[in-house]
């Protein structure tokens, strides 16, 4: 008659610590590899939108000196018509135009040492200057 082992009856397939251990390492490994390409993607994206922002603003204020005469002296003035402003026809953009994607006010100066008006995205840290995501673009770039 052959005898029966409780103990090799009643072993439990199933991970030891060890093994969970290594595979939540690894996990993690690979989730920080994915967080970091997809997050330089995003702000890839966000500086590409800002600089076709820069242009779309840069014709609203330009349609705007067609109507009025001269640019407007800020940013606000395309949103609200300003007091002295006859033939003014907009609003010529949205309040949420004059923010750039980072969340930033694009810079505005008129008159502008470059042009009629200069307008500025100053890029993911809302800074003048800076490299990379940072830099700046104006509209007479």
Known sequence: MPRFNAAQ???QGGFTLLEMLAVIVLLGIVATIVVRQVGGNVDKGKYGAGKAQLA???MKIESY???VGTPPANLQQLVSK???A???AGPYAKPSDLKDPFGHAFGYRYPG???SFDLIFFGQDGQP???GYKADIGNWE
């Open 9 to 11: 009856g009643r072993r």
């Open 129 to 131: 200057g800076g490299d």
């Open 86 to 88: 006859s033939g003014w």
């Open 65 to 67: 000196g067609l109507d």
């Open 113 to 115: 040492e470059h042009g």
């Open 56 to 58: 779309s603003l840069g």
């Open 82 to 84: 300003p007091a002295n």
